[in-house]
């Protein structure tokens, strides 16, 4: 079956740092880009991150997470990974990973999400 | 604030059509194709429409786009209670070189 799971998310403590993990299955990983996005409650969503497919070396970030947030990939074990650094309140957000929906290029529009795994901060 | 402009919610009786805007600038969709996605809170989010117009398999034609200018629009005809939804646009903004999305809308089926 074709899907993403993201798993990692729980509460933090402010200050604190959140490493999330997002599973693929069924289609090749390593030929797709992939991002997270995020919403927080009550919001909309917002783009955080992004990683180019293969050896992921093209990175972006939303301006809100630059600085302190790092996405990276392992294409041997189909996961991607989102770390987050000085979590605030704002950072609490339900997190998903969604695939680019082009192989092998940037489209910025996505196919494929997962069901999202929700980072409380809080002290 | 969302780069991209929604209104926060539509509504329409059951069988009948319903439009949602999305209001950009020349950073973002004046320049670059519009993507539109339904979600269901605590649900994956689906690509709906990409490419301003296109349709990805599986998504019934009831659904359309369109862009003109800085401004993309999403058709619904034929509404069913399982359309109530939250609805989002999104495109690439060169300006913040960001994905920006617009702030999602809301739609009732009555």
């Known amino acids: 079956e074709v899907q993403l799971v993201e798993s990692g998310g729980g509460l933090v403590r402010p200050g604190g740092s959140v490493r999330l993990s997002c599973g693929a299955s069924?289609?090749?990983?390593?030929?797709?880009?992939m991002n997270w996005v995020r919403q927080a409650p009550g919001k909309g969503l917002e783009w955080v991150a992004a990683?180019?497919?293969?050896?992921?070396?093209?990175?972006f970030y939303a301006e809100s997470v630059k600085g302190r947030c790092g996405v990276s990939r392992d294409n041997f074990r189909n996961t991607l990974y989102l770390q987050l650094n000085s979590l605030t309140a704002e950072d609490t957000a339900l997190y998903y990973c969604?695939?680019?929906?082009?192989?092998?290029?940037?489209?910025?529009?996505?196919?494929?999400w997962g069901r999202g795994t929700l980072v409380t901060v809080s002290s | 604030q969302s780069v991209l402009t929604q209104p926060p919610s539509v509504s329409a009786a059951a069988g009948q059509k319903v439009t949602i805007s999305c209001s950009g600038t020349?950073?973002?969709?004046?320049?670059?194709?519009v993507a539109w996605y339904q979600h269901l809170p605590g649900t994956a989010p689906t690509l709906l429409i990409y490419?301003?117009?296109k349709r990805p398999s599986g998504i019934p034609d009831r659904f359309s786009g369109s862009k003109s200018g800085t401004s993309a629009t999403l058709g619904i005809t034929g509404l069913q209670t399982g359309d109530e939804a939250d609805y989002y646009c999104?495109?690439?903004?060169?300006?913040?070189?960001?994905?920006?999305f617009g702030g999602g809308t809301k739609l009732t089926v009555l």
């Open positions: 020349s950073s973002n969709i004046g320049n670059f194709y």
């Open positions: 969604a695939r680019d929906a082009m192989a092998r290029q940037l489209s910025w529009y996505f196919d494929l």
């Open positions: 999104g495109t690439w903004d060169n300006s913040l070189n960001n994905v920006v």
């Open positions: 069924g289609f090749m990983f390593g030929a797709y880009a």
């Open positions: 490419d301003n117009n």
């Open positions: 990683i180019s497919d293969n050896g992921g070396g093209s990175t």
